[in-house]
């Protein structure tokens, strides 16, 4: 099995040095970046599994590097961890919108820095596929069409650009309309059992599927809050 390669990006070499030897550790190959600039550059040349990105970088911050790599045909399902030092909800809200898989709060502990990596790796479809291919790959919903073998989605015959962990929220619930999910069982089967979060994490993807689940400026309504509970999926 081929080695998974990590990016990592940050302008502090004394944190850079810290995630290469605890990556290494582990059976990654780390890359290493100072600039946000000289990630992309890397990024053109070589096969990346997973970035590393601190959000506070000197000249193209991570959230620049973040969108040009959405942007990019080749580049937009790579899946990205965001490092930051800052708190509060807007700002993990702004890096999921913009499509991050994930984040983890500076200073962090090395376990949890593992873990979160090699929980994001695996739902980025590694060991996932053979499943994938044997369950119904097409979930139709009125104008909602969900594509899983594709890992598409389209809304009125137009293509919704949803972040990994937001479109395997929203394939959980369509495949099973109706059944209520709780916001912790929710974390467990999309983020994974070593998932070090908050509940609050699914309310934040909630709202940015709905968001992106617009007609005209108005919600589809098929995601439904079930108050003091969780969410269920409602076929329109």
């Keep these: 099995m081929r080695t998974k390669v990590i990016l990592t990006v940050d302008d502090e070499i004394h944190i850079l040095e810290l995630i290469e030897y605890n990556l290494n550790k582990n059976g990654f190959s780390v890359l290493k970046a100072e600039s946000g600039e000289e990630a992309l550059e890397i990024l053109k040349r070589e096969k990346v599994d997973l970035v590393l990105l601190d959000v506070m970088l000197g000249g193209m911050d991570g959230l620049e590097v973040l969108k040009k790599i959405r942007k990019n045909s080749q580049l937009k399902r790579?899946?990205?961890?965001?490092?930051?030092?800052?708190?509060?909800?807007?700002?993990?809200?702004?890096?999921?919108?913009?499509?991050?898989?994930?984040?983890?709060?500076?200073?962090?502990?090395?376990?949890?820095?593992?873990?979160?990596?090699?929980?994001?790796?695996?739902?980025?479809?590694?060991?996932?596929?053979?499943?994938?291919?044997?369950?119904?790959?097409?979930?139709?919903?009125?104008?909602?069409?969900?594509?899983?073998?594709?890992?598409?989605?389209?809304?009125?015959?137009?293509?919704?650009?949803?972040?990994?962990?937001?479109?395997?929220?929203?394939?959980?619930?369509?495949?099973?309309?109706?059944?209520v999910y709780t916001r912790e069982t929710l974390l467990e089967k999309i983020w994974g059992f070593d998932y070090y979060g908050e509940t609050r994490t699914v309310d934040v993807h909630i709202r940015n599927l709905r968001k992106k689940l617009e007609i005209q400026g108005e919600e589809y309504p098929c995601i439904k809050t079930v108050r003091g509970v969780g969410y269920k999926f409602e076929v329109v």
């Excluded at 919108?97 to 994930?102: E, K, N, R, S, V």
């Excluded at 293509?159 to 495949?175: G, I, R």
């Design 78 to 179: 790579l899946p990205v961890i965001l490092l930051t030092a800052k708190d509060g909800e807007f700002n993990r809200v702004l890096g999921f919108d913009l499509g991050a898989d994930d984040y983890i709060s500076k200073p962090f502990g090395v376990h949890e820095m593992i873990a979160r990596v090699k929980a994001v790796l695996r739902r980025s479809g590694n060991g996932t596929m053979e499943v994938e291919e044997k369950e119904e790959s097409l979930l139709r919903s009125g104008k909602l069409c969900i594509d899983k073998k594709k890992r598409e989605v389209l809304l009125e015959g137009k293509k919704v650009e949803l972040a990994l962990k937001e479109f395997e929220l929203l394939s959980l619930l369509a495949k099973h309309p109706g059944m």
